[in-house]
């Protein structure tokens, strides 16, 4: 059984009198231990399947299911209660709350899906070369410091799953090897990640290549 899979998933929008539709009944699957990229260009519809993957957007047609569980037509407690049990979602900003340290952002996230691993911090920052910045305030961060950091508060309560949304869009090579190291790592140990890039040397390590376009799953 998959971890996570979502059946011709449609999502429309409406601006005045104009509809867009931003999901055009896309299906996909995600299995444990799987590091699957998501491509395609903007506007395509990538972020809008992120959100109703995880359950922060509701689909208008078809649905959701994390470990057989369904996650659409459901409140959202209901909802945020499957987000804190079986997600991590790395998006593009605001995964920090700037009034606390990297270190505090890290336990806090921990201590929300009750899996609090005081003992595991200094590791996890470690093996993303941040260990130096667990004390600092998000302010004081680089936009690569901040996305290593922001990486390591999804990855402290171990998800079973992870969505990350361009999560090396603002790092250097060096540090987007490392980022994906850690990805691939994250899935020996039975993660299931789907990433959200433009990066090709990115993509090109994942397992499975996802393209998307105009709301629709593209072959080939």
Known sequence: MPVLEATELYRFFHTGDDEVVALRGVGITLDAGEFVALRGPSGSGKSTLLACLAGIDEPDGGSVSVFGERMTRRTEPERARLRARHFGMLMQSGNLFEHLTVQANI???????????????????????????????????????????????VLGPRPAILLCDEPTAEVDAATEQRVVDRFIEVCRGGTAVLVVTHSSALATRADRIIDIRDGRIVDG
């Open 107 to 153: 336990r806090l996230q921990m201590q929300i899906s009750g899996r609090d691993r005081p003992d595991k911090v200094d590791g996890l920052l470690g093996s993303l070369g941040i260990e130096s910045l667990a004390g600092e305030l998000p302010n004081h961060l680089s936009g690569g410091e901040a996305a290593r950091a922001s990486l390591a508060v």
